[in-house]
């Protein structure tokens, strides 16, 4: 079968024992990279050596058959550098490939930046949306932020150290400067640091560099109160584009205050 294994995203005590047992009995190992992985390995005193396949970005749709075509006949492990294969890293043409090829896949869970920074950020966790990296373009990040302005349910961005302060700032103009967000940095390391307080503050904060992986936590945006057959409009329009009434309904009664209930049977009598 193959299966996908969380690795350490900064200290090596979070590998897991299915994890350590894992790699020190299977024998192909397709990883992100193989230099990290070799070094995962030596620093968990692991004296098995199996076969490394170089599988990433830039060949995982080329060589994904191949792979499945292993994990038909014994166990093949997939890791990202860091964290959960598939979420923002390679693996998810694999396990595409692997499904469609009847291949068995599962899972050895463990440590994820999405959220270990939810959890140390101080916003609301009961809802939330992984937005992975912000695009790196001015103008399509500006575009991205403006579609998610509205978005009601707290935001997880991963971003790069260099592009921390510029992202803060399109943020602040996108979602309000007062919009609370928090900056985790360098999870689980030594120098871990989590700097909580409004876009326009961490802006401010970040201007003079960042250093190390940064996961950016936002809140979402505040329900406003509107009239009801405006929020049934809402609703209407999101149908007729192809969302279930109901996910419409729910969507917007987060963002309006109306309840679900009331703006569904609004929608039926309006058709």
Not at 8 to 15: Q, V
Request: charged share 25%; hydrophobic share 50%; net charge negative.
């Amino acid at each position: 079968m193959l299966i996908l294994a969380a690795t350490p995203i900064g200290n090596l005590g979070d590998a897991s024992r299915r994890l350590v047992e894992t790699l020190g009995s299977v024998r192909i190992v397709a990883t992100e990279d193989t230099r990290t992985t070799v070094r995962l390995l030596a620093g968990l005193g692991i004296q098995n050596r199996p076969r490394l396949i170089a599988l990433h970005d830039h060949n995982e749709k080329e060589r994904a058959a191949e792979v499945v075509a292993l994990a038909r006949d014994e166990d093949v492990l997939m890791l990202s550098d860091a964290g959960m294969p598939t979420v923002s890293d390679p693996g998810y043409g694999l396990v595409a490939e692997a499904i469609a090829q009847g291949v068995d896949v599962t899972v050895i869970p463990g440590p994820s930046a999405v959220p270990t920074a939810l959890a140390l950020s101080g916003l609301p966790t009961d809802r939330f949306a992984f937005e992975g990296f912000a695009p790196r373009k001015p103008g399509e990040r500006r575009t991205a932020f403006a579609a998610l302005a509205a978005e009601p349910r707290t935001m997880v961005f991963f971003e790069a150290p260099a592009r921390v302060a510029a992202t803060l700032e399109a943020m602040a103009a996108a979602f309000g400067a007062d919009r609370r967000a928090a900056v985790c940095r360098e999870l689980t390391k030594l120098h871990e640091e989590v700097a909580r307080g409004t876009l326009a503050e961490l802006a401010e904060w970040a201007a003079p560099g960042v250093r190390g992986e940064c996961v950016i936590v936002v809140a979402g945006a505040a329900a406003r109160r509107v009239p009801l057959e405006d929020a049934v409009s809402q609703v209407l329009e999101r149908a007729s584009a192809g969302e279930r009434l109901k996910a419409a309904c729910a969507a917007v009664a987060s963002a309006t205050e109306h309840s679900s209930r009331d703006l569904y049977q609004a929608a039926l009598a309006a058709r």
